[in-house]
């Protein structure tokens, strides 16, 4: 299937398009700490010439347990994303968990994103693809990459064309994920930008008893891989101090070694991109 263009305001995500990459903390802590990550990744889009969606969740609903911390909510973390771009004119991701707060969101933000878990849930997405806003689908780690065609055509069958799907590893035995890099180019072949997630794929899910554990060494290798295989841009989640983050820390990457695996992964997404060596659908 012929790759269909995804617009996000002014950047264009095409067959030719540039590496972007999506990053933000996994979920509001503080005013504070998401406007430190917000200015840090303004500067590194501008220093490094790379496009840059800040991700972070107003509510993270698929906690390990009842008594983790889940954000702000809808109304205040929305206010906080709001701030977000007028202070750094990033385009703004965050996901939607339920029909009803599509409306809300989409007047806020730049890119809805389906959860994992949520990526069958037909209301939702229905609801997201709406808006007409991109739509982001994070691929279910239940499911095999061909199966995401269905929920891409859930998006898809009332007009909306601006689909990314996002590959975060399958399910592998208890508490393990794996990547599959075949998913990247069976997944572009239903004419969607691909995303890969770094720093979900080397989580281990609910391993840390009532939270998730993580592998946040072995981001940046499945990310080079990712990105050599054809993946059209990256999504991590980064903090300023992963130990002390009150979700995902464990995978999440380091501020501080973030501009060093973005300057690598450019220079691999430039050597595949190049006239004719491609390696894409």
Same mark, same amino acid.
């Given at each position: 299937? &012929?790759?269909?263009?995804?617009?996000?305001? /002014?950047?264009?995500?095409?067959?030719?398009?540039?590496?972007?990459?999506?990053? @933000?903390?996994?979920?509001? %802590?503080? &005013?504070?700490? +998401?406007?430190?990550?917000?200015?840090?990744?303004?500067?590194?889009?501008? #220093?490094?010439?790379?496009?840059?969606?800040?991700?972070?969740?107003?509510?993270?609903?698929?906690?390990?347990?009842?008594?983790?911390?889940?954000?702000?909510?809808?109304?205040? @973390?929305?206010? +906080?994303?709001?701030?977000?771009?007028?202070?750094?004119?990033?385009?703004?991701?965050?996901?939607?968990?339920?029909?009803?707060?599509? %409306?809300?969101?989409?007047?806020?933000?730049?890119?809805?994103?389906?959860?994992?878990?949520?990526?069958?849930?037909?209301?939702?997405?229905?609801?997201?693809? *709406?808006?007409?806003?991109?739509?982001?689908?994070?691929?279910?780690?239940?499911?095999?990459?061909? /199966?995401?065609?269905?929920?891409?055509?859930?998006?898809? #069958? @009332?007009?909306?064309?601006?689909?990314?799907? +996002?590959? =975060?590893?399958?399910? !592998?035995?208890?508490?393990?994920?794996?990547?599959?890099?075949?998913?990247?180019?069976?997944?572009?072949?239903?004419?969607?930008?691909?995303?890969?997630?770094?720093?979900?794929?080397?989580?281990?899910? *609910?391993?840390?008893?009532?939270?998730?554990? *993580?592998?946040?060494?072995?981001?940046?290798?499945?990310?080079?891989? #990712?990105?050599? #295989?054809?993946?059209?841009?990256? !999504?991590? &989640?980064?903090?300023?101090?992963?130990?002390?983050?009150?979700?995902?820390?464990?995978?999440?990457?380091?501020?501080?070694?973030?501009?060093?695996?973005?300057?690598?992964?450019? &220079?691999?997404? @430039?050597?595949? =991109?190049?006239?004719?060596? /491609?390696?894409?659908?």
């Amino acid at each position: 299937m &012929e790759r269909h263009p995804v617009h996000i305001r /002014d950047l264009t995500l095409d067959k030719r398009g540039p590496f972007f990459v999506i990053a @933000g903390p996994c979920v509001i %802590e503080s &005013e504070e700490t +998401t406007f430190r990550v917000a200015d840090f990744l303004r500067e590194t889009a501008d #220093a490094m010439g790379i496009p840059v969606v800040f991700k972070a969740s107003y509510d993270k609903a698929n906690r390990t347990s009842l008594d983790s911390y889940r954000g702000p909510g809808l109304d205040a @973390g929305l206010e +906080t994303l709001r701030k977000v771009r007028e202070r750094t004119g990033l385009p703004l991701l965050s996901d939607v968990h339920a029909a009803q707060d599509v %409306e809300k969101a989409a007047a806020v933000l730049d890119v809805l994103q389906i959860p994992a878990f949520l990526c069958r849930q037909t209301d939702l997405l229905v609801a997201a693809a *709406g808006t007409g806003l991109p739509v982001n689908l994070k691929k279910g780690q239940f499911l095999a990459p061909w /199966d995401m065609e269905q929920a891409v055509r859930k998006v898809t #069958a @009332g007009g909306n064309r601006n689909v990314l799907i +996002t590959e =975060r590893g399958a399910s !592998f035995g208890y508490n393990n994920l794996v990547v599959d890099i075949r998913a990247i180019p069976v997944m572009q072949a239903f004419g969607c930008p691909v995303v890969f997630d770094a720093t979900h794929s080397v989580q281990l899910p *609910g391993a840390a008893g009532g939270s998730s554990g *993580g592998q946040r060494e072995y981001a940046g290798v499945l990310a080079r891989a #990712a990105v050599a #295989a054809g993946a059209d841009g990256v !999504f991590m &989640e980064v903090h300023p101090e992963p130990e002390k983050a009150l979700c995902d820390g464990p995978n999440a990457l380091p501020l501080r070694e973030l501009r060093s695996v973005l300057a690598i992964l450019k &220079e691999i997404h @430039g050597i595949v =991109r190049t006239e004719g060596r /491609d390696v894409s659908p």
